[in-house]
């Protein structure tokens, strides 16, 4: 299947989801996410703000998590004219701003550096058996991976299982190490 497809389809499962399934679906791939978490015990975990109308998973959970046991967390702040990422610290006390495509962000970013994120929790579409992910077509994670640290845990959280195989993927799409569903954790 090739990104654009995938991306059609699985958005549209994604909004025909009844809130109580959502839910559900949610509440596991959370649960299945802090566990990875907890056994995994990064020092700084990466985690994106989730765009309501774009029915992504709520992340509220995972950073509280994080909180509790003094784990730092960033949040992405986004350049659309360069389609590109920077990390910012995000504390409880953080007031968050909803940019021009409705992504929440920290009102005053405090920047972060990321070479010493160990986690970063990406939001997906659709993703394959060998960890490539499909998101909403503009590059950011990719680029953003491009400038982690190599050694970085790349994990992806999908309401859905994977498809057999994105059939357009390019030397620029970075693959995941990990993707969190709601039934199990794919590694690749």
Not at 107 to 135: C, M, Q, S, W
């Amino acid at each position: 299947m090739k990104k654009n497809l995938a991306r059609k389809v699985y958005l549209k499962k994604r909004r025909s989801l009844a809130k109580e399934q959502f839910n559900k679906l949610e509440n596991e791939i959370i649960f299945n996410c802090i566990q990875f978490i907890k056994d995994l015990n990064p020092k700084v975990v990466h985690c994106y703000l989730p765009i309501n109308n774009k029915h992504e998973i709520n992340t509220e959970l995972i950073f509280e998590y994080c909180w509790t046991n003094e784990i730092k967390t960033v949040v992405p702040i986004s350049n659309f004219k360069r389609n590109t990422m920077i990390s910012a610290s995000y504390t409880k006390q953080t007031k968050l701003l909803k940019n021009k495509y409705g992504i929440p962000e920290p009102l005053n970013p405090i920047i972060y550096i990321n070479e010493d994120i160990e986690l970063v929790i990406t939001p997906l579409v659709a993703f394959d058996k060998l960890g490539h992910r499909v998101g909403f077509g503009k590059g950011f994670y990719d680029r953003f991976f491009s400038i982690c640290n190599p050694k970085i845990k790349k994990v992806g959280i999908s309401l859905f299982e994977p498809i057999n195989k994105i059939e357009d993927t390019n030397e620029l799409d970075i693959s995941l190490n990990h993707v969190i569903t709601p039934r199990k954790i794919f590694n690749f």
